[in-house]
Nanobody, 122 residues
């Protein structure tokens, strides 16, 4: 069964850090370009970054590129999103999604996880 599962979210104080995981089952995640997206309540879903299959190039939303880092561990079939210096406006459900094409757009994703909640609050 093809599945993506996110984990690692939680409640964090401003300035803290989290590492989110996106683990695949039923397929080899290294064969896919993987994106991270977030959706805050009453907001549209936005892409925050992605890692391209093969060469591992990463791309980030300009507003987060100094604080977010995406990496992958092929042996664990997992992609990570490290978030540093968390801000209240980072509060959202974070989702990962995989696609065969080398694109990070939401419409190009083949598989989506259910998401993990990140809440940044004092």
């Amino acid at each position: 069964q093809v599945q993506l599962v996110e984990s690692g979210g939680g409640l964090v104080q401003p300035g803290g850090s989290l590492r989110l995981s996106c683990t695949a089952s039923g397929f080899t995640l290294a064969d896919y370009t993987v994106g991270w997206y977030r959706q805050a309540s009453e907001h549209v879903r936005e892409g925050v970054g992605c890692i391209i299959r093969g060469d591992g190039r990463t791309h980030y939303l300009n507003s987060v590129k100094d604080r977010f880092n995406i990496s992958r561990d092929n042996a664990k079939n997992t992609v990570y999103l490290q978030i540093n210096k968390l801000r209240p406006e980072d509060t959202a459900v974070y989702l990962c999604a995989a696609g065969r094409v080398n694109s990070c757009t939401i419409s190009s994703r083949d598989y989506w996880g259910q998401g993990t909640q990140v809440t940044v609050s004092p």
